[in-house]
């Protein structure tokens, strides 16, 4: 079987899913300027520990190999250790490996310890400038230094490979091969990702999204760097530049990829928080694998696509439309081109779009003390 | 050294790498290796098939004709299983007792 038909047969759809997200809270003790999930508060629906680990039994009997668990900072949560000990090693049956994201706060030399000695972990680690002004400008104050702090207790704890996650933003683009030093410094992996304009990242998309002659800049030094850096496939908008970066080069959302909110709602991917890609919940009648299989939502994303207005360029092959979220939180038709595309055909459509009447999640989970350039739009 | 030459893989005893977990899917299977973390595509139903026979095989070769592979096909299996060897996914079975 050809790649082309494997990608084919990955938008139709798997039995469950290869990359499911779990976002464990929407507490976060940090207010990212461009969360995905606008987190901040707690929310009291939030799944029990008794429910959290009724949906691991079922993605364990469903054999989803790993989940990637964040949040808000999933370390926030007071059985956080308890689930991950018990997706990992179950009382019956093979465990589920976990890599979860944290801004680092809570890894102290406890719990660097304590992560250092459980087996099917990975950890990464958010980081968005290689120094504090820039870094601290996204995530806030003091950010950058817990960051440093937790990868530094990682290292002394003999954690081994964990991961530095960067989003890629217009500020920090000239930092990329930095970014690579300080993974190499502590033999850890750097993995970069794009920059989307979902949760709070819709009010500050237009200020930090790269420019297009930075896009470029990204598409050259992923090419250049090949397979030593993690993308998640999240560049395969920038394939209409040229050879395809290293990647399954589709949309996994509904098809390979979904999210499962802190609350239990199952949406078809992570930065698509929005009642319109919401595809039912864990606490419905038949669970987690009832919406994975059957779901209205979910049926209709493993469709065939239609290329609809980039049916007539020569790069719809390349490029595959790029990304659902990013078009439609930006208020673009979502068969048309991706609000980055790299030949400018969004541009004019972008400009004509009232900002004022994009789609906006009803989930806002921002703690009210939001800094006053953040909260008009 | 667990990585066997490819000329002799058919006579070789495999197994699935006992870390390697498999899931059936419309085009083959998913393998997922927990040690090294891999995901590898198995995209053929009859690799995927041989791949579960293995353990209670002598050899590929004793695999692949278990499983009704014509001979004609066992070059391009013995590929395959290179590559599954290659990326850890199956591996020499250890002499035991």
């Known amino acids: 079987m050809s790649a082309q038909s494997l990608v084919e047969q ?31 508060r707690r929310d009291p629906r939030e799944l029990t520990t008794v429910e959290a680990k009724r ?18 900072e999933p370390m926030v949560r007071r059985d956080f250790f308890e689930l991950v000990d018990y997706a990992i090693n179950p009382p019956t049956g093979d465990g589920i ?25 990975d950890i990464q680690i958010s980081l968005d400038g290689i120094d504090a002004v820039t870094n601290d400008a996204v995530r806030g104050t003091g950010s950058f230094d817990m960051a440093r702090r937790a990868m530094d207790n990682l290292a002394a704890a003999k954690f081994g490979p964990f991961k530095i996650s960067v ?15 300080l993974a190499d410094s502590y033999g850890a992996q750097l993995r970069v990702t794009r920059l989307r304009p979902s949760g709070r990242g819709a009010d500050t998309w237009h200020d930090l999204h790269p420019t297009n002659l930075q896009q470029r800049q990204i598409y050259e030094w992923l090419v250049a760097k090949g397979d030593s850096v993690l993308t998640g496939d999240s560049f395969f908008h920038l394939n209409a530049l040229g050879t395809p970066l290293p990647g399954l080069n589709m ?34 009648r038949g669970g987690f694998g009832r919406v994975w299989k059957h779901s209205d939502l979910f049926l209709e994303l493993r469709q065939p696509q239609s290329a609809g207005a980039c049916a007539s ?20 038709p979502l068969d048309g081109p991706d609000p980055e595309c790299v030949n400018g055909e969004a541009d004019a459509a972008l400009g004509a779009v009232h900002v004022e009447l994009t789609p906006r999640s009803s989930l806002d989970h921002s703690r009210a003390a939001r800094s006053p350039a953040l909260s008009g739009r | 050294m667990r990585r066997v030459l490819n000329l002799s893989l058919l006579d070789t005893p495999l197994q699935l790498d006992p870390q390697v977990a498999l899931r059936p899917e419309p085009f083959g299977a998913l393998a997922y290796h927990y040690g090294t973390r891999r995901l590898v595509f198995m995209k053929d139903r009859d690799v995927v098939a041989v791949a579960r026979a293995l353990d209670s095989h002598s050899s590929l070769s004793a695999a692949l004709q278990a499983c009704g592979v014509a001979e004609s096909r066992w070059p391009s299996f013995a590929k395959a299983f290179a590559s599954l060897n290659e990326s850890e996914i199956v591996r020499e079975r250890p002499i035991t007792g």
């Not at chain 1, 949906?55 to 808000?72: A, C």
């Open chain 1, 10 to 40: 990955l938008k139709g759809g798997l039995d469950a899913p290869i990359c499911l997200t779990w976002e464990l809270t929407y507490a976060c003790n940090l207010q990212c300027v461009h969360c995905l999930s606008s987190s901040g």
């Open chain 1, 55 to 72: 949906v691991l039994d079922e993605l364990r009997e469903l054999q989803v190999f790993y989940i990637n668990i964040g949040g808000g």
């Open chain 1, 97 to 121: 490996g976990v890599k979860f994201s944290t801004n680092g706060t809570y890894i102290d030399t406890n719990a660097a310890r304590r992560l250092a000695a459980m087996d099917y972990l």
């Open chain 1, 167 to 181: 989003v890629v933003t217009r500020h920090n683009v000239d930092q990329l091969d930095h970014f690579k030093c």
């Open chain 1, 251 to 284: 949309c996994g959302a509904g098809r390979v990829v979904c999210l499962i909110d802190p609350i239990g709602d199952v949406y078809a991917c992570p930065f698509v928080i929005h009642e319109q890609f919401k595809a039912g919940s864990v606490r419905d």
């Open chain 1, 313 to 332: 360029c020569g790069s719809y092959d390349a490029c595959q439309g790029g990304c659902m979220a990013a078009k439609f939180f930006t208020g673009l």
